[in-house]
């Protein structure tokens, strides 16, 4: 149940704090008070998309913010599913702060998404609204309640599941299909290619060596003259670079009885010798394997042109390029080769899916077909002394074409106030106070359900009056006695029902209005609600009927 409600800078409320206390709690003030602003500033920390409109003075920060004790409601899982700190006292706090356009989320002071604060929201307080009415006509809104009823979260859960696994399938099988149908259309084109790049028996790092080869071929006789040359100048009998050492390296040994250094720089000698003459002899090895071969440099060349139209043809700029598209093109082909098979693979099991989600949605309906009697049965009970004893009602189940999210069928509500009026659906023959009365049936019936801590009517009551709405809130009344019931009515029956009760009003004074709101002592209440019954001149007979009210309780 929510215990404080704090606003700071939202639409005409500079600050006010509502403490709420278990019970019926009802709101009353004149039209334009700002009712709607309260109830505005709580759908706020329940996820509500803000309006920038309702922020009184952009330059200051706006912070709705309400503590809740939801200690008997198992919400365990969810703080620890999203990573949030849960207080084992069972104080939760949700706050909304909204500032420059920017709007930021908390529950217990941890940052969350607004996706976050709703989903938690939802599972502490139902606002319902007038507007809420039009949901009858809604055949989801007329489903989700049946399946509240039926307690077949888990069975849902699991469908929904396997429905949506079984749309993974059909769209992997589609896309799928198109594939291999766009493959098709280019099979001929896509088998060319291959061929061809297949035919050319290509090699990883064949254009480099290639490249390499053919520069070595196209100047031979330039390389062999070089390395000719190089080699006479190491080994030339007068002047070459060894014989100049071999004389260096006999006058080093002659120094050795009379300079002791002259051993060390002799050996160093004798191993450039021997390196030397390691190197002329590759150098000769090389110059006697340059030959110049005219044949072989056509062939090479022949080879590097075939390389180089490929890579054109391709965009590509290497051989090592070309051996991925050929892979890739493989790929595809094998694809097609085998995509009769891969699609029956695939149909196969979506045509397993589909049976199961049929079996499931099978039980799902069994399951809420079995609810809808009960819930047939108890909304007739429920509403009959709202002054609707002649009230029929039925669940109308719908067969869908093909399953949904939702199941294979739909629920439609068919009404009837009056004997011998055949039932239709409740949307098209229901007057206002009609829908009211009926949607406080079912919203009643939901909550006890859902065993939500807290719900909100806001002017539910409307359309009707005497004492039908009295009934309605005796109905309020007894909903309050297993949870907290919070609700804004302008209907007097409805007010005295109220454990508590706060007057909503607006303050002229300075230089703009402001909304307040105050709880009632016994006294004041009792003026509150012989106003609602005669107006601003409050007569004799108006408190004598306002105290009967109170009193009856």
Known sequence: MIQKLTIRNYALIDFLEIDFSSGLTVMTGETGAGKSIILGALSLILGERADSKAIKNEARKTVVEGIFDIAAYDLQPFFQANDLDYDETGVCILRRELLSGKSRSFVNDTPVSLGTLKELGVQLIDIHSQHQNLLLGDNRFQLRIIDLWAHDENLLSEYRREYRTYKELCVKLEQLRRTCEESRKEEEYLRFQYNQLCEARLQEGEQKQLEEEREILAHAEEIKQGLYAATGCLDSEENGALSQLREALHTLRSLHTIYSGADELADRMESSIIELKDIQAEIENRQERVTADPERLQQVEERLDLLYELQQKHRVQSDSELLAIQSDLETKLS???????????????????????????????????????????????????????????????????????????????????????????????????????????????????????????DE??????????????????????????????????????????????????????????????????????????????????????????????
């Open 335 to 457: 694809v097609i080769d085998h995509s009769d098979a891969a699609i029956a693979d695939l149909q196969q099991q979506v045509s397993a899916q589909e049976m199961r989600i049929l079996e499931l949605s099978g039980e799902l309906s069994a399951c809420r077909r079995t609810a809808a009697e009960t819930f047939t049965a108890k909304l007739i009970e429920r509403t009959a002394p709202l002054g609707m004893n002649h009230l029929r009602f039925e669940v109308e189940w719908l067969q869908k074409e093909r399953p949904d999210i939702d199941g294979a069928e739909s629920a439609r509500y068919l009404f009837s106030a009056n004997k011998n009026r055949p039932l239709q659906p409740v949307a098209e023959i229901a007057s206002g106070g009609e829908i009211s009365r009926l949607m406080l049936g079912i919203k009643s019936l939901a909550a006890d359900a859902a065993a939500l801590p807290t719900i909100v009517f």
């Open 460 to 553: 539910i009551d409307t359309g009707v009056s005497g004492e039908i709405a009295d009934k309605m809130g005796e109905i309020m009344a007894d909903m309050a006695k297993y949870m907290q019931v919070i609700a804004i009515t302008h209907l007097p029956q409805v007010a005295s029902r109220g454990d508590h009760h706060f007057r909503i009003y607006k303050n002229d004074e300075g230089d703009t209005a402001r909304t307040c709101m105050e709880p009632l002592s016994d006294e004041q209440r009792l003026q509150e609600i012989a106003r609602m019954l005669s107006g601003a001149q409050i007569s004799d007979a108006a408190l004598s009927n306002a105290r009967e009210l109170l009193n009856r309780n």
